[in-house]
C-alpha cells in the first residue's frame, strides 16, 4: 500500500506541476503582445541566450561535420558511392542532428542561464518587489525570455548545419579528395526545400518553444533558496534533453507518415 501511495502522490503531484506550466505558459503567451512596444526587451534577450551560445554552437557543428564526413566517407566508399558524401552529410545535419544537437546544448548552456537568473531573482525577491509596484514580472522579465528563446533556437539551428557541412566539406573534398563538384551538386539535388530544410526548421521551433518554456517556469517556479535554485536548473537540463528526444521521435514518425 505504501508504493501505491507513494506511486499516486508522484503521478498526482506531476499531473498538478503540469497544469500549473500549462497555466504559465498561456499567461506569458497573453502577455507576450504587450512587448510590440517594447520590442527591444527580445532583441536583448535574443542576444543573451542566443549570441552568447553561437561559440558552442559553431564549433560542435564544425565538429559534428567533420566527424559525420570521415563516417560518411568509409561507409558510402564500401559502395562506390563517396561521391554522394555531401547528400549524406546535409541531410543528416538539416533532418536531425542540426535540430536536436542545437536544442541540448541551448537547454545545456542557456536554458540553464535563464532558470538560474530568474530563480535568483525569485530567491532575492526581486520579483515579489515588482509585484509591489504594480509591474507584471511574467510580462516585464519571463515573456521577452521566452521570444529570444524561441526565435533564437531556428537560427542557432541553421548555423549549426550550416558548419556542419563546411566540417564535412573540409574533411571530404580537402582530406579525403572527393570531388569538390559532386559534393555540392549531389547535395543540392537530393535535399528538398519542403520535406527537409522545412522540417528541420519546424523541429527547432518545437524544440525552441519547449527547453524555453521548461527553462523560465522552473526559474519562476523554484524554491527561493540556494539549494532549491540549484535543483530547478538541475531539472531544466534534465527534462529539456528529455523532451527534446522524446518529440524529435514523435515529430520525425508523423513526418514521415508512420504514425
Known sequence: MNTIRTLGGIVINSVERLGRASMFLYEVVTGSWELLRRFYLVVQQVYAVGVLTLLIILVSGLFVGMVLGLQGYNTLVKFGSANSLGLL?????????????????????????????IGLMKA????????????????????????????????????????GVLGGHLIGVGLLGVDAGAFWSQMQNGVDFYDDILNGVVKSLVFGVVCTWIAVFEGYDAVPTSEGVASATNRTVVYSSLAVLGLDFVLTALTLGDV
Open 124 to 163: 532575492t525577491e526581486q520579483l515579489a518587489g515588482m509585484e509591489m509596484m504594480a509591474v507584471n514580472p511574467v510580462t516585464r522579465l519571463i515573456a521577452p525570455r521566452f521570444l529570444g528563446g524561441v526565435i533564437a533556437m531556428p537560427l542557432l539551428a541553421a548555423l549549426f548545419s550550416a558548419i
Open 89 to 117: 552529410v546535409a541531410l543528416s545535419l538539416v533532418r536531425e542532428l542540426g535540430p536536436v544537437v542545437t536544442a541540448l546544448l541551448f537547454a545545456g548552456r542557456a536554458g540553464s542561464a535563464l532558470t538560474a537568473e
